[in-house]
């Protein structure tokens, strides 16, 4: 009883440490900084330039946005791009705050047998694209994706300073783009999760820490619900939003050592069965329509519901259980919201793999909150907690909190990450990811 007592105690204690310790976070910044160390080149390549200062333009994003750069697509330098997408490269993106240069590898997210399939025609060929993940140049903190196709570009760049968010101007002239930082955006992300996760305990064996990346990888099944592909007009633009979506989501986790990719995408472009209206109501019709689907998690994309909701820690579960539904953002007001989307699918697809809320008395090896994002926002966990001073988590409420947001810069946090990390390691049913995913370094068994 003594020796147990002790290992306990000196369990809780390493944990204690590892929440003060530094993130598992920033390897997709280190991993550039190692192709430059191994003579990577890095060429530039034009695909955007600053659009001038124009009325017409500016009266599509000011009742939106406090301060955005209008830019233009250079859709032949695309198109070149398209045809041989380069293995690294190097861009330059004008901004409200001066020039960001991010440095760039070509990455696709989607596994060796992906298949993009229809409601109404069976399997389609996936639309031309090139999707590529990064960092601000010079900064080992920050992050950086894009997604490439023909007429429009889809990026976020997170670093000190927030989000920065690159895509297509609504109602404007056919490739005119808008870059904002979030914290500039009039509205604020109105996103919630109804996950029911409190009384959730995490043993302290949950949260050690066992290496910095996974060992397995998770492959996910999304489907895309009919409203989108209306709003989107087409297959192959709604596919494009969805896959761009997703390489920023992958982005995230890789940055935390968890490797993801997307299997297939099913988009309805005929009425689907889902009428919802709640969140719940959503993810139960899922469950009850979809009772196969070709992945280790699946995903509703839909329009409607306000928010997200997934089940909680359902690796390896039944069928019905590895499920998740989100509301995504396509616009608000002509200006592109992919932040707000990403955020949200992240953080449900964070919850199917085991992670409860950050403000949940869950965590620090005595059930206690990491932050008090959650109750400021009105949402009482039963346990309080400082709110953090650099921004928020992806599993947090922080997005909901005036002052404080979510940076993506920081990743799912220490303890979030780890506990990801540990619950895709132990789940038997995944496979290692194919030929686009690195194999996992620094592992320590």
């Known amino acids: 009883m003594k020796r147990g007592s002790i290992t306990l105690l000196s369990a809780l204690y390493t944990i204690v440490v590892l929440a003060q310790g530094p993130s598992s976070g920033g390897q997709v910044a280190r991993h550039i900084q190692d192709l430059k160390d191994q003579g990577a080149a890095f060429p530039q390549k034009d695909l955007v330039k600053a659009w001038p200062d124009d009325d017409r333009i500016r009266a599509l994003w000011t009742a939106t946005c406090a301060r955005a750069s209008a830019v233009m697509l ?11 997408p380069p293995a690294t490269m190097t861009i330059a993106l004008p901004t409200p705050d001066g020039p960001v240069v991010l440095e760039l590898e070509h990455r696709d997210p989607f596994t060796d047998g992906f298949t993009l399939k229809t409601s109404s025609r069976g399997a ?24 490439i196709f ?123 069965p889902y009428t919802g209206p709640s969140t719940g109501d959503f993810l139960d019709q899922f469950g009850a329509n ?21 089940w909680l820690n359902t690796l390896c579960s039944a069928t019905q259980l590895r499920m998740a539904y989100s509301m995504v953002y396509s616009s608000y007001s002509n200006v592109p919201t992919y932040s707000w989307s990403v955020n949200v699918v992240t953080h449900e697809q964070g919850h199917n793999m085991g992670s409860p809320h950050t403000h949940d008395c869950a965590w620090n090896g005595n059930y206690t909150a990491i932050d008090g994002c959650g109750p400021a926002a009105g949402y009482n966990a039963g346990c309080t907690a400082p709110l953090p001073t650099g921004g928020g988590t992806i599993m947090s409420y922080c997005h909901l909190v005036g002052g404080v947001g979510i940076n993506f810069n920081n990743g799912f946090g220490a303890q979030p990450a780890t506990l990801i990390r540990n619950r895709v390691n132990m789940a038997s049913c995944l496979d290692q990811c194919g030929s686009t995913c690195d194999p996992p370094p620094n592992l320590f068994l």
């Open 124 to 147: 389609v060929p996936l639309p031309a694209g090139a999707h590529y993940r990064g960092r601000v140049q010079g900064d080992a903190h920050s992050i950086a994706g894009l997604s």
């Open 290 to 310: 979809r009772t196969s689907f070709n992945g280790d998690l699946a995903h509703l994309l839909g329009s409607s519901g306000g928010g997200g909701v997934a």
């Open 150 to 272: 023909r007429g429009e570009l889809m990026a976020i760049i997170s670093d000190a300073g927030g989000t920065l968010v690159l895509g297509r101007l609504g109602e404007a002239p056919e490739g005119v783009h808008i870059v904002y930082r979030e914290q500039d955006l009039l509205m604020k992300n109105p996103m919630t999760c109804d996950v029911q996760d409190g009384g959730v305990q995490l043993h302290p064996d949950d949260l050690q820490e066992n290496g910095d990346r996974s060992l397995r990888c998770v492959k996910f099944y999304w489907e895309v619900d009919y409203p989108i592909f209306q709003n989107k007009g087409s297959v192959a633009a709604a596919t494009n939003y969805v896959t761009g979506l997703f390489n920023q989501s992958a982005i995230l986790f890789a940055n935390d050592g968890v490797d993801v990719q997307l299997q297939e995408v099913f988009v309805w472009d005929t009425p689907s």
């Open 74 to 84: 250079d859709a032949a330098a695309v198109e070149t791009l398209l045809q041989a």
